[in-house]
């Protein structure tokens, strides 16, 4: 029963020289074993005493190692992660009352808790002397007795607060409590995090580089003062209510020359840490690159491109994998991204882009590009189609194609011009807005011939002067209104003078005499007349054939119409005049074949919201409100086309009888047209509001009888009320003055539908059972 | 031990990171929010240990377990300080031998007795590494690694029955210099 005071010199190689043959001895031989070898002394009581403690040992350290998980525990990915604010593993959060909640730190009130970041809590607070909310960082409890903590996070501090950048998050203040802690003042957004945002599933391409535009903005500015992020994720994107970008936490932000991350924390959350990272190798600005890359493709396809069962396995993909394309992944997605993810997650930082000015540049040039129309064809075009899927005020901030200021500025006219347009010559079956809600009529404007063919015309100098005054029409500001669509012909008809054979300009001409106050039937017959023309003199234009089809479908021959429209798709895939078909197909009562059309939308136009809006509106037609729902709910997060995008998910929520949601909904974009008023008014009669509703049919009324306003307004809030014979009547009229939308034979109307005058319209439509 | 196949060594950095990410997880989840290290953190800590440095090669086999182990140790090790410090710094004494026994025997988690057995255990392997390396690298492998005897013996490049032999005594010896050293 030695215990080896002290083990004094052994001969260790002795000792285990004889171990083997001692330890598989039965305890009563040892003895005769010990004086067979000779073994005395101090070797004897060390065999001794290792022999009596073997089994105990043995059990000793089997406890002791399950504090050492061993291999085959499970280790999910996402447990890797508690930095996010809203990480799984930090369960803990929630079952203890955080202490701090209700007190008072400088001139902070704590009100709630906001997530946990890398090097400290986020709480969300009241700043008592200025009376706004902020979100409040503070050092974790622990972490405060870490004075290098503390430093780290006022250089985070700093560098962000030097920072003045719309796409980064606004540091109000950076302040020690004592010795040991510090806070920092942040702005406080409404909105979610991209993380939260990307767990309900990708993004639509538009709003993918959307963000990654405006993230690749903020990192710009940080890089531009020698700042790198080290650590951009989605859950350190916020976007705020209104769509816009905030980069947060530079909290491993590092200043050239200042390691601070070196030991102990190390950066980035390990899917979007780029391989100089992995590696511990020196970093700059071209590591938020590459974690942007990762961000890009995660909103594109919903994954993340180094994925695997394990932490170790997804550093190894960074390492050494490439990643599938997220083409492969998600169809619609078109290798111009491809292209971009590839050159972002280049392994060597020296073939990513050099800055993010590069990335931002090639991100506006995918917006050009995937406009079929060349942008010397009609300057205004490339911006139509990004008009009409985003706001006004915001298109220039995200999607304006980089160009000079004058440039911009005449752009930004034609625009404004092109949407006027828009509005006014959209005249039948689909929705029409007097507010110049964008719809697709001005995409159909902006289609061009296919990039190939522009190079095979003339471009003669009547031809020059042609397009010259083409464009001029288009860009026209005073286009909404009767005088302006006068002038806007005008130039039509000038560009027609310069060269007679510059088709668009019969197209155009076609599509404006189609438009509000100027259908007059002699004009409807000029129209026709214009389109053919235009196909006449180029029969592989789709905008000829495609303004036929419309001014066809304005007179509601629809076979007709469907043959032409057909072929404007047929010629080029891509071309957003595929919208017409989508609404001769809804109007016509083909639900299914409307639905196949906007999903052939979607895939030619991935990036296009209106695309996407289209097809919920399929859903919708066909009765799949759930799916229609999840497919705006994406939309959500891209701005436009609001009131479009609201009425869909407004008929969905009716169709679904949820009439607090379908009123709130409808509420929204009501303003944005007078039919809109008819919608709300629907609503707010079936949710029980009548008389709110009464009061909005009369005000439909009253402008009716003053001669503005269509009729359609007044077909749906009277359908809303129940008075079909009203509804029949204002039908009538609306068949009449080519207000008639093609909603009319969606589920909202199912009342109207079971009645036997509806089947007079489906006949005079041409529709048969 | 060279391995040829790229893929080997994918399996290997695989093998290695995951188990260092579960030591850490699990840490994490032992006793979370009191660390200073998150999770992340701490995998990264040992993976740069493991990769930081050029001179390495990471397709010698052995070599790469066996620093793979002894970065998970120190992971453990230092893990296992904080914690104790933590303690100590309430003016607590460190756990006696006989409190570890009962703590291992009925604390299901991480206590401060087990961190106090572990820097016990670290300083135990340090007198047992100046007897014999191979005696302290192994226990690198199979405690703080948890690789089986053949892991262990691949990554060292012995025999399976030396690693056998030498785990066995190795333990009792560290055993005892715990106790000592615990009191």
Not at chain 1, 181 to 203: C, D, H, K, N, V
Not at chain 1, 374 to 399: C, F, K, V, Y
Not at chain 1, 609 to 627: K, T, V
Request: proline share 5%; glycine share 8%; net charge neutral.
């Amino acid at each position: 029963m030695t215990r080896a005071g002290d083990s004094g010199p052994l001969d260790w190689r002795r000792l285990e020289a004889v171990w083997d043959a001692v330890r598989g001895l039965p305890p009563d031989e040892r003895d005769a074993f010990f004086v067979s070898q000779a073994l005395d002394g101090a070797l004897r009581d060390e065999l001794e005493s290792l022999l009596h403690r073997a089994s105990t040992a043995e059990g000793f350290f089997e406890q002791l190692s399950a504090v050492v998980p061993r291999s085959g525990e499970a280790m999910p990915d996402e447990g890797l992660d508690p930095d996010g604010p809203a990480g799984g593993s930090d369960a803990s959060a929630g079952a203890y009352t955080d202490p701090l909640i209700g007190t008072t730190l400088a001139h902070y009130e704590i009100v709630g808790r906001l997530g946990q970041g890398g090097m400290g809590i986020v709480y969300r607070a009241n700043d008592i002397r200025l009376r706004r909310t902020v979100a409040l960082k503070l050092l974790r409890p622990r972490a405060a007795d870490d004075l290098r903590a503390k430093d780290r996070l006022l250089v985070e501090a700093r560098a962000a607060a030097a920072l003045d950048h719309p796409n980064i998050c606004t540091i109000y203040e950076v302040g020690e409590t004592s010795e040991r802690s510090a806070f920092i003042a942040m702005a406080f957004y409404l909105g979610e995090t991209l993380e939260q945002i990307l767990r309900r599933g990708p993004l639509p391409l538009a709003t993918s580089l959307d963000y990654t535009t405006q993230i690749a903005r903020g990192l710009g500015a940080a890089h531009d003062r020698g700042i790198i992020h080290r650590d951009v994720k989605p859950a350190n994107v916020i976007v705020t209510s209104d769509g816009v970008a905030k980069l947060l936490d530079f909290g491993i932000a590092r200043i050239p020359d200042v390691e601070i991350s070196r030991e102990g924390v190390t950066p980035g959350t390990i899917a979007y840490m780029s391989p100089e990272q992995v590696a511990s190798r020196p970093l700059d600005q071209r590591t938020d690159l590459w974690s942007l890359g990762v961000v890009l493709y995660e909103m594109c396809t919903g994954e993340r491109p180094f994925r695997a069962d394990s932490a170790g396995a997804v550093l190894y993909a960074i390492l050494d994998q490439s990643p599938t394309p997220a083409s492969t992944i998600r169809g619609e997605v078109p290798t111009d991204i491809d292209s971009i993810i590839a050159r972002l997650l280049a392994k060597a930082p020296e073939r990513r882009y050099g800055n993010a000015e590069e990335l931002i540049s090639d991100l506006s040039g995918i917006s050009e590009t995937r406009q079929p129309a060349g942008r010397d064809t009609r300057p205004g075009a490339n911006l139509i189609t990004r008009a009409s899927e985003t706001d006004q005020d915001d298109a220039t901030a995200t999607l304006e194609p980089s160009s000079g200021p004058r440039r911009r500025r005449v752009r930004r006219a034609a625009w404004y011009g092109a949407l006027a347009l828009a509005a006014a010559i959209w005249p039948v079956v689909v929705e029409l807005t007097q507010t110049g809600e964008p719809r697709p009529v001005a995409t159909a404007l902006s289609t061009a011939v296919p990039a190939n063919r522009t190079q095979d015309s003339p471009l003669s100098a009547r031809r020059l002067a042609a397009k010259d005054l083409h464009e001029q029409g288009m860009q026209d500001v005073l286009f909404r209104t009767d005088s302006g669509r006068r002038r806007s012909s005008d130039f039509f008809r000038q560009a027609i003078a310069a060269d007679s054979t510059y088709a668009p300009a019969h197209a155009s001409l076609a599509l404006v005499r189609i438009a509000p106050g100027e259908h007059r039937r002699a004009t409807v017959e000029d129209a026709e007349q214009s389109a053919r023309t235009a196909i006449r003199l180029d029969s592989l234009h789709p905008l000829g054939h495609a303004a036929l089809g419309r001014v066809l479908m304005f007179n509601y021959r629809f076979a007709e119409a469907e043959t032409h429209l057909k072929r404007a798709v047929e010629i080029d895939p891509k071309t957003p005049l595929r919208e017409f078909l989508i609404s001769l197909y809804q109007v016509t009562d083909r639900p299914r074949d409307m639905l196949a059309e906007a999903k052939e939308f979607v895939a030619n136009d991935p990036t296009s919201s209106i695309a996407i809006a289209e097809r919920a509106n399929g859903y919708l037609m066909n009765g799949r409100c759930s799916e229609a729902l999840a497919e705006l709910d994406r939309l959500g997060h891209m701005r436009p086309p609001r009131a479009r995008a609201g009425n869909i998910a407004a008929q969905c929520h009716a169709v679904r009888k949820e009439w607090p949601q379908a009123i709130a909904t409808m509420r929204r974009v009501a303003d944005t047209n007078e039919q809109a008023r008819g919608y709300l008014g629907f609503m707010l009669a079936r949710g029980g509001e009548r008389d709110s509703a009464r009061a909005i049919r009369d005000t439909l009324l009253a402008r009716h009888q003053r001669g503005v306003g269509t009729a359609w307004g007044l077909v749906v809030v009277h359908a809303g009320l129940g008075d079909l014979d009203a509804a029949f009547r204002w039908l009538e009229s609306s068949y009449e003055d080519r207000s008639l939308r093609g909603d009319i034979m969606g589920p909202l109307f199912a009342d109207l539908q079971r009645d036997p005058r509806f089947e007079l319209l489906r006949r005079r439509l041409g529709i048969r059972k | 031990m060279r391995q040829g196949d790229p893929n080997a060594l994918g399996r290997l950095f695989t093998l290695v990171y995951d188990k260092l990410a579960e030591i850490a997880h699990t840490e994490g989840r032992r006793h979370p929010g009191a660390e200073t290290l998150t999770t992340t953190g701490l995998v990264h800590e040992a993976f740069i240990t493991l990769f930081g440095s050029e001179s390495r090669d990471f397709n010698d086999r052995s070599h790469f377990m066996a620093v793979a182990a002894t970065a998970m140790r120190r992971i453990l090790i230092a893990n296992a300080r904080r914690r104790s410090a933590a303690k100590r710094g309430d003016g607590q004494r460190p756990a006696t031998f006989e409190e570890v026994e009962r703590a291992l025997a009925t604390e299901p988690g991480f206590v401060t007795a087990k961190a106090d057995a572990l820097l016990a255990l670290d300083r135990a392997l340090e007198r047992l590494h100046g007897h014999s390396e191979r005696h302290s690298r192994i226990v690198d492998c199979r405690f703080f690694g948890g690789m089986s005897i053949e892991e262990t013996a691949a990554a060292l490049g012995i025999s399976p029955a030396t690693v056998k032999r030498d785990w066995s005594m190795a333990q009792p010896w560290l055993h005892r210099e715990i106790q000592k050293d615990l009191g």
